[in-house]
């Protein structure tokens, strides 16, 4: 199989959407066989910061030598980026030849009377056999949607991470909190420590279930906590504390939101460490520094400042406001905007937007999902102007902004991808 061919049959699998369950990975997996009973993993869900969480911890794991495996989503441009060894796209040529294998499994699954698997079923089964291949020692896996029934929770990880609980994906997750915490909580496994800054009631449900399954749990503000020292666009430095211990820690990710998942993965990075020598303070540290993570409060300029943010959701785009608020107060922004029909548009632009604030839409993506920019700057109801042309919206803010002002893509990490694509962050 030919790396387009692979590609190809991995988009024809779209068509399939998404059903949440277990049987087909479990299916799918046997065939393979169990590769992801082969390698070390650390499980990470939550609403927001599983992305920026895993990057952490990948970046440390690279620093202390160890040869580590990344399985996140969505990607950006391309399928490669969601599975990556050692923070390096996995190649073209080892794309087809996985593609090909893990299809030979899917065939003789739907031969024998098995329920056609999702795409993402399929790239998560991909994922496993690529790092069972190669040999990793730790795969950092990131939850697709939920965490119970979702494919990756096949596993029994070494550490399991939740980030935090917010409403999102109510038609398949629940709709209260407790709902979506409980398929979130779904990845805790028995005996096996969970990190988590959840708070409220989502961290009551998280705390039972771990209490069931004999679990420890390491709350970010009970256990461990983290102070911000210094923030802007450029660097963060904050205190972290353990107990007695101490360190000060710098990152390259802005926002206090990054400061919170930096943290959670500087925990995790311990629990780790415990049981594997190389995961050094030294490593720890330099591995939270060398950390990026694009298209979350991405600066691509300077000057004027030029910013994106994939941020879709309610909680999402409070954080962008509140960094936006923290570093660019008197800043006239500019924002390139779009979002998919099936979000929630009012809210979003309840929180996200001031009424000084100029906003162009713009379609997020080529797809079916995507919500026009006409009918988008109607449901705003602020004073967006469409725009049928994404290259188009993004020179005319550009043009307009001063040196002093800030342009924001955001709305949509499908929209960050399509920019990508076009090359219009270089």
Request: glycine share 8%; proline share 4%; with cysteine.
């Amino acid at each position: 199989m030919e790396y387009t061919d692979a590609v190809a049959y991995v988009e024809s699998l779209g068509k399939f959407g998404i059903h949440l369950g277990m049987e087909r990975i479990q299916g799918l997996a046997a065939l393979l066989d169990h590769p992801e009973r082969k390698i070390r993993t650390v499980h990470v869900t939550g609403t927001n910061g599983k992305g920026s969480v895993t990057a952490f911890l990948t970046s440390i794991l690279k620093e202390s030598g160890r040869r580590v495996g990344t399985y996140t989503s969505p990607h950006f441009v391309r399928y490669n980026e969601r599975i990556c060894l050692d923070g390096q796209e996995i190649s073209n040529e080892d794309f087809a030849a996985v593609t090909e294998k893990t299809k030979d499994a899917l065939d003789k699954w739907l031969a024998g009377g098995g329920e056609q698997p999702t795409q993402f079923e399929f790239l998560t089964a991909m994922a496993f056999l690529y790092f069972a291949e190669k040999q990793v020692d730790l795969a950092v896996i990131e939850v697709g949607m939920g965490g119970l029934w979702d494919s990756t929770n096949i596993i029994t990880p070494e550490v399991s991470v939740i980030t935090n609980v917010t409403l999102e994906h109510t038609e398949r997750l629940g709709k209260t909190i407790e709902a979506i915490a409980a398929q979130k909580a779904g990845i805790i496994k028995p005996g096996v420590p969970v990190v988590t800054a959840a708070e409220g009631a989502a961290l009551a449900v998280i705390r039972d279930t771990a209490e069931a399954n004999h679990s420890a749990l390491y709350i970010l503000g009970n256990q461990f906590s983290a102070e911000v020292l210094s923030s802007s666009m450029g660097a963060q430095e904050f205190l972290y504390r353990d107990g007695e211990k101490e360190l000060d820690v710098t990152i390259h990710l802005p926002g206090e939101h990054q400061v919170l998942n930096g943290a959670v993965a500087l925990k995790v990075a311990e629990l780790l460490a415990a049981r594997d020598k190389a995961i050094t303070e030294a490593a720890i540290l330099k591995g939270m520094e060398e950390t990026r993570w694009p298209g979350r409060l991405e600066r691509i300029h300077q000057k004027p400042d030029i910013i994106l943010d994939g941020a879709h959701n309610p909680s999402g785009v409070t954080v962008l406001r509140k960094a936006l608020d923290e570093y660019y107060p008197k800043a006239h922004r500019y924002f390139v905007f779009g979002m998919m029909a099936d979000k929630d548009v009012s809210q979003v632009s309840d929180i996200l937007f001031r009424p000084e604030d100029t906003i162009y839409t713009v379609l997020a993506h080529a797809g079916d999902r995507s919500e026009t920019p006409e009918k988008l700057a109607k449901r705003l109801h602020k004073n967006a102007v469409p725009m049928d042309d994404l290259t188009a919206a993004y020179r005319k803010a550009v043009g307009e902004a001063g040196p002093e002002d800030v342009v924001i893509v955001c709305g949509s990490l499908y929209l960050v991808g399509t920019f990508k694509e076009l090359g219009l962050d270089r």
